[in-house]
């Protein structure tokens, strides 16, 4: 998913927030009721000297290993969204918790099946502080409340994405922590539990996203103007 803009999603999780995060932050209504975040600090969408060498090493390498999604999917990594309207579609290991420079979560890919991003993502210890890795600037970490993804195919074999908050999982008789097809179907959001390719948890969790490819808008910014959709949707893939 994507890049600064998933400060967009947090911006966007507020329309949800009848049952959902962020009438003042997305980390409202987290699970453990600890203190929220502060503010998302405002920082310039290029990179800083230490940030630029992070990215010079790690962008070759995802590049030589990760070079398009059926590599990707190979190595573990499932799609979960449609195109968005930057031309990002991404796929993660659900490794949560596991990241390190050579194995972000997730991989960005455009329509035609090339890598142009990664997030990576950190245990949420302490709500107020943001990691300190890999030379990142704490403020490019942006806290995730926990919620469900699900991917269901179609009839006529196409993938359909979706997302939804936890309490709206567990109401209609999920376990967000043992995620099953069936509270999927009691919503409609799938006509029978075969149909669930797969629905999963993505936990509460700090990420950091970077563009791989060149961007004049800087690395850290939420769009590129040299990535074109070729049927990108206006969406969230995160609840709305």
């Known amino acids: 998913m994507a890049r600064a803009a998933f400060v967009a999603v947090i911006a ?15 980390s409202a209504h987290g699970a453990t009721g600890s203190p929220m975040p502060p ?3 405002s920082l310039s969408p290029f990179p800083d000297r ?19 999604e059926s590599v990707a999917r190979a190595a573990g990594y499932l799609r979960y969204t449609d195109e968005d309207q930057d031309g990002i579609i991404t796929y993660t290991d659900r490794r949560w918790f596991a990241d390190d420079p050579k194995h972000p979560t997730q991989l960005w890919y455009d329509a035609r099946g090339r890598l142009i991003g990664a997030d990576y993502t950190a245990h949420v210890t302490d709500r107020t502080k943001r990691p300190a890795l890999w030379g990142l600037q704490p403020g490019r970490w942006v806290h995730f409340i926990a919620h469900m993804h699900y991917v269901v195919r179609e009839p006529d074999g196409m993938m359909r994405y979706g997302s939804l908050l936890n309490p709206t999982y567990q109401a209609n008789g999920g376990d967000p922590a043992h995620p099953s ?3 999927l179907v009691t919503l409609g959001l799938a ?12 936990p509460e969790i700090w990420i950091a996203s970077m563009w791989l490819v060149p961007n004049p808008h800087g690395a850290f910014a939420d769009s590129d103007p040299l990535v074109k959709p ?4 206006r969406m969230n893939p995160h609840p709305m």
Not at 51 to 67: K, M, N, V, W, Y
Not at 230 to 233: A, E
């Open 39 to 41: 503010a998302q600090p």
């Open 181 to 183: 097809a069936q509270p």
């Open 230 to 233: 070729m049927n990108g949707k």
């Open 12 to 26: 966007a999780l507020l329309t949800a927030c009848s049952q959902s995060p962020n009438a003042q932050n997305p």
């Open 50 to 68: 230490a940030e630029q060498a992070f990215i010079a090493t790690i962008t070759p390498d995802l590049h030589a290993r990760f070079p398009d």
């Open 191 to 202: 006509k029978r539990p075969s149909d669930v390719v797969a629905v999963f948890q993505l």
